[in-house]
């Protein structure tokens, strides 16, 4: 278990997740080999986009700590979300687990918890190791870590609004990355001169998906047909269909496809536009306006918009 992320969270899945069966898939061995990849410094900066409900959280935020702590105990953790609330669950989950019969039977003499620093939001351990959960826009005065992770900087309901995108991304660009214990290891993708590791795995394989895997640990998609499930066993056809179809096709592709648009668009098709057959324009017999506007004032505001 010392030696495979995947291996540990297998094993302590019961201790996470109590009754409740573990359903392996490659999947998750490609998230272990990834964050492994990251403790032990072969990756520098990794990005996971993967679809709600297929264990990013579990493995990121709760077993990538416990498990970095039973061979190096002093590693650095700080974690954000865009809610305090769910920074802390899973900081709750992660010191459940440390604390758990299972892992002080197995891992119990390599480290203590400090009494003094052991809280929801923070827990240290005698190596000086610790691990810190705070909220976008959150305090860090003083604060670093050795591996910062941000699971979930937007809220759903909230990242249509260009005005609070651009707010997590002064968040990330003035406090967050400064905070890196070591800022040589320290938007992201649109940065051509940083390196990034990208783990992207829609819900659907996507033959040409705009954005593939991009490894230097030279993973490769195993899929092959168009439309194949990524998690059958949790996520079957049945239970994916009626997910798509609450969601509605924008935030379909957004949170099941990792995509901003759905594939060939989503209100205009791609398939309508083609080339027009001969010399000459058709008749202009109406022009039509469409009016979006902004009726409040409030800067996290969408603007309005006017389509001709």
Request: aromatic residues 10%; proline residues 6%.
């Amino acid at each position: 278990m010392r030696r495979s992320l995947k291996e540990f969270t297998k094993s302590c899945w019961q201790t996470i997740e109590p009754g409740r069966e573990f359903f392996d898939n490659w999947h998750i061995d490609a998230i272990s080999e990834h964050l492994q990849a990251v403790v032990e410094g072969d990756i520098k900066r990794l990005i996971i986009n993967i679809p709600p409900r297929h264990m990013k959280s579990i493995s990121v935020a709760v077993a990538l700590p416990a498990w970095a702590w039973t061979i190096q105990p002093e590693k650095r953790f700080l974690f954000a979300s865009y809610a305090a609330s769910l920074s802390v669950r899973d900081s709750v989950k992660c010191r459940r687990l440390i604390t758990s019969r299972w892992y002080q039977n197995h891992f119990g003499d390599g480290f203590t918890l400090t009494g003094d620093q052991n809280q929801k939001q923070r827990f240290e351990n005698d190596k000086t190791g610790q691990r810190i959960a705070t909220s976008v826009d959150g305090a860090l005065t003083g604060e670093g870590g050795d591996i910062i992770v941000i699971d979930d900087p937007h809220n759903v309901r909230e990242a249509e609004s260009s005005a609070v995108r651009e707010g997590v991304l002064e968040w990330w660009d003035q406090a967050m990355q400064t905070r890196l214990n070591d800022p040589k290891t320290g938007d992201i993708l649109a940065n051509e001169h940083e390196e990034w590791d990208h783990l992207c795995l829609p819900a659907r394989y996507e033959i040409g998906h705009p954005t593939p895997p991009r490894s230097r640990l030279y993973f490769t998609d195993p899929r092959t047909k168009e439309g194949e499930l990524l998690w059958p066993e949790r996520l079957d056809e049945g239970t994916l269909l009626q997910l798509e179809r609450s969601l509605g096709a924008y935030a379909a592709a957004g949170q099941l496809q990792q995509r901003p648009m759905p594939k060939g668009g989503g209100i205009l098709r791609a398939e309508w536009w083609v080339p027009w057959d001969g010399d000459d324009l058709p008749d202009i017999e109406y022009v039509i306006q469409s009016w979006d506007t902004a009726f409040s004032t409030k800067e996290k505001s969408s603007y309005s918009a006017r389509t001709t």
